[in-house]
């Protein structure tokens, strides 16, 4: 039996093609998004959903991403793997930013504890990915147990966030030397973590 819990970024919105530091937003994906996911699922980079454990962030931009990969399947929510809360700086660009008092506190911030108002801090944001990620990760061994006999895969696939999936795959595959958003995919791409034993041992970008 193979295991495979499959990790993949929403597709293109307007903060993506603003440049914005967003994350809260509910922005839906642009047309230049849904035609990227079709061209994507054309060449095959995505897993099959047949007897997959399917999850979204609820988010509208990973629920029209799965909408346009799979089309209307039944899914799970799990909110911890909702992006980034940039409170008072969301929908900004750096320009806009640069002249807000409280950003250098955020840009300069080297212990991760700064809390954005009326949003979180990136310690913060990682903790509640993680938490996320156990969740998640009791859902996936209760498919590998009740595949055991069968011989039939265990996969999970989740369409989440560029920050969520770089925390995770930092909180398993990184070191303490990489950079920030290291681990984070182009929009509608991601990652496959192969695991053995209920362990990730491997992962392959898609």
Not at 73 to 83: A, D, K, L, Q, Y
Not at 133 to 147: Q, Y
């Amino acid at each position: 039996m193979n295991s495979t819990i499959y990790l993949i970024r929403h597709s293109t919105t307007s903060g993506n093609v603003g440049d914005w530091y967003y994350g809260a937003l509910d922005v839906p994906l642009v047309p230049e998004g849904i035609e990227k996911l079709e061209k994507l699922k054309d060449e095959g980079i995505y897993p099959s959903p047949e007897d997959a454990d399917i999850y979204t962030s609820g988010m509208l931009r990973t629920e029209q991403t799965l909408e346009t990969i799979y089309g209307k399947v039944p899914h799970r929510v799990i909110e911890e793997f909702r992006e980034y809360n940039f409170g008072i700086f969301e929908g900004k660009t750096y320009e806009e930013l640069v002249k807000m008092p409280e950003f250098p506190l955020f840009h300069n911030d080297t212990t991760n504890d700064y809390v954005i108002p009326e949003g979180e801090s990136r310690n913060m944001f990682e903790k509640r990915v993680l938490l996320g990620w156990n969740k998640l990760l009791g859902f996936h061994r209760l498919k590998e147990l009740s595949h055991r006999h069968s011989g039939l895969d265990a996969v999970s696939i989740v369409i989440c966030h560029g920050g969520v999936i770089d925390r995770i795959m930092h909180s398993i595959f990184g070191t303490e030397d990489d950079l920030r958003y290291r681990w984070t995919p182009d929009t509608g791409r991601g990652y496959a973590i192969e695991f053995v034993n209920s362990d990730p041992v491997s992962y392959k970008a898609l």
